[in-house]
């Protein structure tokens, strides 16, 4: 005997019943998830929000097409030059023959892999022209060692979909900071690792840019008598050991480097950054 919502130990009307099964669909329909638990996931679909990925996308391509983007590439250059100096930690007995850029740009990654062992390497990236840049400097006069394949993100995707187990190292440099979800980022990073995989990345965080920080909440008060949000929200070290950790990394670890840039003022820093970091 099936009962369902009984009342005051009242027998529920066979009109209802019929009612209840006839809106209700296929048996499997009725096992549903608490009203809650659909509302606390949209809360946090909304609340982890905060990047448009087609405007993003825009904006790098608008760096690549400037005529002196070159000129402006130094710290990216620069934070992937410190980035991919870890791999002089890691024992020789370890071998990463295929590697993985979420973000290449014009190729700062895979210009620093070569004598390292590697033999395949999937460049990614949102920006089309981006990649035009890497697969023109790759066919210059200094080849890469390995195979290069390269692969553009659709509309939207903040990061791609690897298979599982199908790389031995995957690099993200200056990327991550502009990424909505973190955690499916790393859990997805850490499920394409083969064994004893490699998982290196660089970010903005901490007290980056607080100079211009600090100017835009004087000139807001001074102007507007209140401060607005003028700038992304950026992680702390703790919280990325606390996203490591949640999505099953072994032995992680974190650290900072600060990186001194001086500019002659506002306008002309925010024309290194936009070109340089694809603002």
């Not at 981006?130 to 195979?147: I, K, Q, R, V, Y």
């Not at 506002?266 to 970091?277: D, E, K, P, Y």
Request: glycine share 8%; aromatic share 6%.
């Amino acid at each position: 005997q099936l009962q369902v919502g009984r009342r005051r130990g009242a027998p529920l009307r066979r009109v209802a019943l019929d009612r209840m099964f006839s809106c209700a669909g296929p048996a499997r329909a009725l096992v549903r998830r608490p009203a809650y638990a659909h509302a606390h996931a949209r809360l946090r679909q909304l609340a982890t929000k905060i990047f448009d990925g087609t405007l993003k996308a825009h904006h790098r391509e608008r760096a690549a097409l400037a005529p002196d983007f070159g000129n402006y590439s130094y710290l990216h250059e620069e934070v992937a030059r410190r980035l991919l100096d870890r791999l002089d930690d890691i024992h020789e007995s370890y071998e990463f023959s295929d590697a993985v850029d979420l973000s290449c740009g014009p190729g700062h990654v895979r210009r620093l892999l070569d004598g390292r062992g590697v033999q395949r390497m999937l460049e990614f990236d949102s920006s089309g022209t981006m990649l035009a840049l890497s697969a023109t400097d790759a066919a210059g006069p200094n080849p890469p060692e390995f195979e290069v394949t390269q692969v553009q993100l659709r509309e939207g995707e903040e990061f791609p979909k690897l298979p599982k187990e199908s790389a031995d190292l995957i690099v993200s440099c200056m990327h991550m900071h502009w990424v909505n979800d973190l955690p499916a980022l790393l859990t997805s990073a850490r499920r394409a690792l083969r064994p004893n995989g490699l998982f290196l990345a660089a970010m903005l965080g901490g007290d980056t840019l607080s100079e211009m920080r600090s100017s835009f909440v004087l000139a807001d008060l001074e102007r507007r008598g209140g401060v607005a949000q003028r700038m992304s929200p950026l992680a702390t070290v703790s919280d990325c050991g606390a996203l490591l950790q949640a999505a099953g990394f072994s032995l992680p670890t974190v650290d900072t480097d600060k990186l001194v840039v001086h500019y002659p003022d506002a306008w002309r820093s925010m024309l290194g950054l936009g070109l340089g970091l694809g603002l």
